[in-house]
């Protein structure tokens, strides 16, 4: 061996880099930050009030070990339930509820790449029905996922006679019924029948499905609901868990056993853009349910394993620049491979304005194939495994999480907490908080608050739904709720309202209204403040008229009132708004009286000076973007 070989030994390599204690870098840091306050500067405080390090060291892992001495297949699963690979599903979301449409795109979608299709079954009333709609998918390799069903246990009925006609070994069928009577009260403000009742079928289907099919899974937790109604994630976490430990308690208290109830369970999580937080979300409900389970001392441990449905979240989606919703899909799909789904839906990413068509049908299976065959996530079980960020989100979350767990277990269980109101409320409180942060531009959501299309036009592609006086079969009577219910929206819709409403305006033959930017003075705060106020008004839909910068203020005036535009912003320095605002505003005001004028920062000292001069509205980084843009439409009769 040379001496260059023996210089590239591994234990060489670095040798001239001494390891370097946490004290060092934290007083590296300390320095850097000339005095300011390392907690508020560096420390990042998530929604679920966990705080988040800049940076994690060897160090942090210190107290973790059942996490990292966990393996792959093995109690508490916090590494994922199989030892071989990490394969999901990948399925397809059929809506449709017309049984040949929704048997036409499901058999499109298997032989396209999905592995699992989910169903609307709300139409299905017959054993024949179950056979068109199940016409032609190998129910030997594909999952099909039953929603929407008025009664389980008759499309049980029915699915055993179909399966009896077309000699279907039920014994290798893999099935998910969405049955889940705590999510129906929670979207409905009542049970289906009573609580009793509802609870009551769930114990039939898992009498009759023990030894006939025992690939069905009867039992849903959708903690999807929750996600989509502005929840935080360990609020999802929590009270996903304290709803299937709601199911565990009332079932085998009714004479099931543990091994009888655990594995024909199904978690449905949404899964949203913090792409890391998300990854140990599924980590540590695996972790948290295998321990709630291993308190019913089941006979198998296999029986703690939780099965993982993971979909695409909505709370986050945008109608406008639609296919951003894409790369949001893209990357969430990524955070559930990473943290070992069981099945992945991607919803398609125009579904919030249209009928998805083929094209976004095949973009949403698509991805998923790209990440498995191009990405290869599919091949490695639990990459984050031994990450001090990610071990230490997992165990994070997993904390909290069970700490609201046992506060909703102290308040007699899940089902009581629906009853109070308590469960309603936390995550009400939660969307607030998350709606305020979209309003004040805290939180920047692309092509809606933040950089959106100015060009873009969306009422035309919006497919209104059709009023339906079609008789549904199975109709419930209305009944007034008896129950808070949770309020499933988008984080952007009051925004995207906005824009609708200017929109409609133009439609109905008015003009759009248009916002000129007088830039003067100091270029680089000129600039920076009108690409500020194009996407602050550009979040209500109107016309920005931009320049490069007038000379003096005279040049700046006549050129906005010369364009008609209904606001004018002044774009500059707060030293140059001393000397030039007011008296810019005067001459706007004086040319054309119904003009709004507006200034583009909060220059404090002078606020009550250029107000009495004129001024209407002041808009920098601290404003509530969603109220100053609906007083605008107000004062313009633009309105929604």
Same mark, same amino acid.
């Given at each position: ?104 795109? =499901? ?8 592995? +699992? ?215 969430? +799909? ?50 984050? =495994? ?30 009581? +907490? ?129 320049? +490069? ?92």
């Amino acid at each position: 061996m040379d001496n260059m070989e023996k210089e590239n030994k591994p234990g060489r390599l670095f040798k001239e880099f001494p390891p370097i204690a946490t004290s060092q870098w934290e007083e590296k840091i300390q320095q850097d930050l000339k005095g300011a306050d390392y907690e508020k500067k560096l420390i990042w405080r998530t929604a679920e009030g966990i705080k988040v390090k800049p940076y994690y060291r060897a160090e942090d892992l210190t107290g973790l070990r059942q996490m990292l001495t966990s393996i792959p297949g093995q109690f508490p699963f916090v590494r994922g339930t199989g030892n071989e690979s990490n394969q999901w599903l990948i399925a397809q979301a059929i809506e449709d509820s017309d049984i040949e449409k929704a048997n036409h795109l =499901a058999r499109e979608a298997t032989t396209r790449g999905a592995d +699992a299709v989910i169903l609307d079954a709300s139409a299905v009333n017959s054993a024949g029905d179950v056979a068109k709609l199940l016409k032609g998918i190998d129910l030997n390799r594909v999952t099909v996922c039953f929603n929407s069903a008025p009664s389980y246990e008759r499309l049980l009925t029915y699915m055993d006679e179909s399966f009896k006609a077309s000699g279907t070994d039920k014994s290798k069928v893999k099935m998910i019924f969405d049955f889940d009577p705590l999510s129906y009260v929670l979207l409905n403000g009542n049970f289906y029948s009573t609580a009793e009742g509802d609870l009551l079928e769930g114990a039939e289907l898992l009498k009759d499905t023990k030894d006939t099919l025992p690939g069905l899974k009867v039992l849903s937790v959708n903690g999807q609901y929750f996600h989509n109604a502005g929840s935080t994630l360990v609020q999802e976490l929590a009270f996903a868990l304290a709803s299937g430990n709601e199911y565990l308690h009332w079932y085998t208290t009714r004479g099931f056993s543990i091994d009888e109830i655990a594995p024909k369970m199904t978690f449905v999580f949404a899964t949203g853009g913090n792409y890391f937080m998300e990854i140990a979300k599924l980590r540590a409900a695996r972790l948290l349910w295998a321990q709630i389970v291993n308190q019913y001392k089941p006979a198998s441990m296999d029986s703690a394993k939780m099965h993982i449905h993971s979909t695409t979240a909505n709370w986050n989606k945008t109608i406008y620049d639609p296919y951003v919703n894409l790369l949001r899909t893209t990357t969430e +799909a990524m955070s559930a491979a990473l943290g070992n789904a069981d099945i992945i839906t991607v919803l398609p990413f125009d579904m919030n304005y249209e009928e998805p068509d083929d094209f976004s049908l095949r973009m949403s299976r698509n991805q998923q194939i790209i990440l498995k065959e191009e990405s290869n996530l599919d091949k490695v079980i639990d990459p984050a =495994a031994g990450s001090y960020y990610i071990e230490n989100l997992t165990a994070s979350l997993a904390d909290a999480a069970w700490k609201l767990f046992l506060e909703v277990e102290g308040k007699g269980g899940m089902m009581e +907490a629906i009853k109070t109101g308590f469960i309603q409320d936390e995550v009400a409180a939660s969307a607030k908080q998350k709606m305020e942060d979209v309003a004040y531009r805290r939180t920047l959501v692309l092509g809606t608050n933040q950089h959106p299309n100015l060009n873009e036009n969306m009422l035309g592609k919006i497919q209104m739904e059709e009023d339906a006086d079609v008789e549904v079969p199975e109709s419930k009577p209305f009944r007034q709720p008896q129950y808070k219910t949770l309020d499933i929206r988008r984080a952007t819709d009051e925004f995207e309202d906005l824009r609708l409403a200017t929109e409609i305006w133009e439609n109905e033959g008015n003009k759009r209204p248009a916002v000129f930017m007088l830039t003067i003075g100091n270029q680089a705060m000129r600039k920076a403040r009108a690409a500020f106020s194009t996407g602050f008004f550009g979040g209500a839909g109107y016309s920005i008229i931009d320049n +490069a910068g007038f000379k003096d203020a005279e040049e700046g005036v006549k050129a906005a009132l010369a364009s008609d535009a209904e606001i004018v912003v002044i774009c500059s320095s707060d030293e140059e708004y001393a000397e030039l605002a007011g008296g810019i505003t005067k001459s706007i005001k004086t040319g054309k009286p119904g003009a709004i004028v507006v200034v583009a920062g909060y220059p404090k000292e002078i606020i009550d000076t250029l107000k009495a001069s004129g001024v209407d509205e002041f808009i920098h980084v601290k404003s509530n973007a969603l109220n100053t843009l609906y007083s605008f439409q107000k004062k313009l009769e633009v309105m929604l």
